[in-house]
């Protein structure tokens, strides 16, 4: 009998979507990255949460590094092609793509939280990014866990029982092919940066939140409290 579960799972931009697919398909689910591929996508672009999805679970990464990270977007460009799309003023978007399920999360999720973010100073804005992304997933989702945590053999024990699906791999083999391609991925993104990226974002600290938006900054160490710890120097406990 043909599997009838469908996994989503949804996190913030910048929150390891990408990587995540990748182990996911190395581990042998048909996985798409903001696609919906057989077994299910990892996006941070279908907060709607189409119907179609069975299963659904939040990826979050540590916030610092993240909104850092989230400064790599633009923005602008973003707001500029969800302006064009809701216009109907886009001849590159035919009607069937516009029809499809994948289309309409993408297009909805960049519309309300595009609107959610708006903000003048870049730094604000990507604040404001992971704090709505992650209250939004939170709420949707019927489990959370930390990307960090995927290298503990408990943590990725039970993460693999949510995702709820058959592997086309061997199951007893799963956590030595999860190691296997964190290894192998750490190489391939180094050389990627090392040819491609202009580098990291900014360098972000909770004294730099803080004095930025206390109030943002404030509600993001609530969000976060439960799954990240810091000491009084605001330096990440493991």
Excluded at 1 to 29: C, D, E, H, V, W
Excluded at 157 to 183: G, H, Q, V
Excluded at 218 to 236: F, H, M, Q, R
């Amino acid at each position: 009998m043909a599997n009838k579960n469908k996994l989503l799972i949804i996190g913030s931009p910048r929150s390891g979507t990408q990587f995540t697919t990748y182990l996911l398909k190395y581990l042998g689910f048909r996985m798409g990255h903001e696609e919906s591929d057989v077994d299910g996508c990892v996006s941070s672009l279908h907060l709607t949460v189409p119907k179609e999805f069975t299963t659904v679970l939040h990826q979050m990464r540590e916030p610092l590094q993240t909104i850092s990270s989230l400064h790599k977007i633009d923005w602008a460009d973003k707001e500029t092609m969800a302006w064009i799309a809701e216009s109907g003023y886009s001849s590159i978007v035919n009607n069937n793509l516009r029809k499809s399920a994948n289309y309409v999360a993408r297009h909805e999720t960049w519309n309300q939280m595009l609107d959610k973010i708006k903000d003048g100073h870049g730094t604000r804005k990507c604040m404001k990014a992971y704090l709505e992304w992650n209250k939004y997933c939170l709420r949707a989702s019927s489990w959370s866990y930390k990307l960090e945590d995927l290298t503990n053999p408990d943590i990725f024990k039970e993460w693999i029982t949510n995702i709820a699906l058959p592997s086309t791999r061997d199951s007893e083999d799963l956590w030595e092919r999860a190691c296997e391609f964190s290894t192998k991925y750490k190489d391939m993104d180094k050389i990627s940066k090392d040819a491609y990226s202009s580098g990291f974002g900014p360098p972000i600290t909770w004294d730099v939140l803080d004095k930025l938006d206390s109030e943002v900054s404030k509600e993001i160490k609530s969000l976060v409290s439960p799954y990240y710890l810091y000491d009084d120097e605001g330096k990440l406990i493991d």
